[in-house]
């Protein structure tokens, strides 16, 4: 029996009351987008976005400070300890993992013709111009890879290994980070990022090491629709 399942068994009511704050935060994430759309310029909608998907999470940060604040999660089980050198290479070894299962994955999907199960481009001008591109930089690749890591691998990976075992905890967990980008084409990619960044984060202990893998996967992808 793992240690870390003793660490940490919440009640399924918390569980339940996390998701539907997960739910209700990316529920907002997809309107406001469809509401930048309609009525804001192409232009201006492409620098955004960044922000309508990181101001909504900051509800799933205050969700877990709340639990830790109110005793239903502990800052020990999240783990914010400082990674070591052989943490941080891993997180970057698995980036590269990660990226060449993509690349195999749309070879794949292009073989097959299924348009609909192929990753969507990210615009070039996703960082707006100007000052706006430092702060949208840091959103991308810093806000939003340590909000949605302390929420989906912190919290909620975390409380299905109190109630399930690890496999049944990685698949869950990943599962609702993938369905919640929103995305048929990056389903796939993102449920096995999130594999592989779960089973990281079980065996380092340490949140900062998925943290790292997250923000070096952002920074690439925007790198890329830079250069597109």
Same mark, same amino acid.
């Given at each position: 029996? #793992?240690?870390?399942?003793?660490?940490?068994?919440?009640?399924?009511?918390?569980?339940?009351?996390?998701?539907?704050?997960?739910?209700?935060?990316?529920? #907002?994430?997809?309107?406001?987008?469809?509401?930048?759309?309609?009525?804001?310029?192409?232009?201006?909608?492409?620098?955004?976005?960044?922000?309508?998907?990181?101001?909504?999470?900051?509800?799933?940060?205050?969700?877990?400070?709340?639990?830790?604040?109110?005793?239903?999660?502990?800052?020990?089980?999240? #783990?914010?300890?400082?990674?070591?050198?052989?943490? =941080?290479?891993?997180?970057? @070894?698995?980036?590269?993992?990660?990226?060449? @299962?993509?690349?195999?994955?749309?070879?794949?999907?292009?073989?097959?013709?299924?348009?609909? @199960?192929?990753?969507?481009?990210?615009?070039?001008? =996703?960082?707006?111009?100007?000052?706006?591109?430092?702060?949208?930089?840091?959103?991308?690749?810093?806000?939003?890879?340590?909000?949605?890591?302390?929420?989906?691998?912190?919290?909620? @990976?975390?409380?299905?290994?109190?109630?399930?075992?690890?496999?049944?905890?990685?698949?869950?967990?990943?599962? =609702?980070?993938?369905?919640?980008?929103?995305?048929?084409?990056?389903?796939?990619?993102?449920?096995?990022?999130?594999?592989?960044?779960?089973?990281?984060?079980?065996?380092?202990?340490?949140?900062?090491?998925?943290?790292?893998?997250?923000?070096?996967?952002?920074?690439?992808?925007?790198?890329?629709?830079?250069?597109?």
């Amino acid at each position: 029996m #793992n240690t870390q399942r003793l660490k940490y068994n919440p009640s399924y009511k918390y569980i339940f009351v996390g998701i539907f704050v997960l739910l209700a935060v990316y529920l #907002n994430i997809l309107l406001v987008k469809y509401v930048l759309t309609l009525y804001a310029n192409v232009s201006v909608v492409a620098y955004l976005v960044p922000w309508a998907i990181a101001l909504p999470q900051f509800f799933l940060g205050l969700f877990v400070f709340a639990g830790i604040k109110t005793g239903h999660i502990t800052s020990k089980t999240i #783990n914010f300890k400082k990674p070591t050198y052989i943490q =941080i290479v891993s997180s970057i @070894f698995l980036l590269g993992v990660n990226f060449i @299962f993509i690349y195999l994955y749309v070879i794949f999907i292009a073989i097959l013709g299924i348009e609909i @199960f192929m990753p969507t481009l990210v615009p070039p001008d =996703i960082l707006g111009d100007g000052f706006v591109v430092y702060i949208n930089l840091i959103t991308i690749c810093l806000l939003v890879p340590i909000l949605e890591e302390i929420f989906f691998r912190g919290f909620l @990976f975390n409380a299905f290994l109190g109630k399930f075992r690890l496999i049944y905890a990685i698949f869950l967990s990943s599962g =609702i980070f993938a369905i919640m980008h929103g995305s048929i084409g990056f389903f796939v990619p993102l449920f096995f990022s999130s594999i592989m960044i779960s089973f990281l984060y079980y065996k380092a202990k340490t949140i900062w090491a998925p943290v790292i893998t997250h923000s070096l996967q952002n920074l690439f992808v925007v790198l890329v629709a830079l250069a597109a």
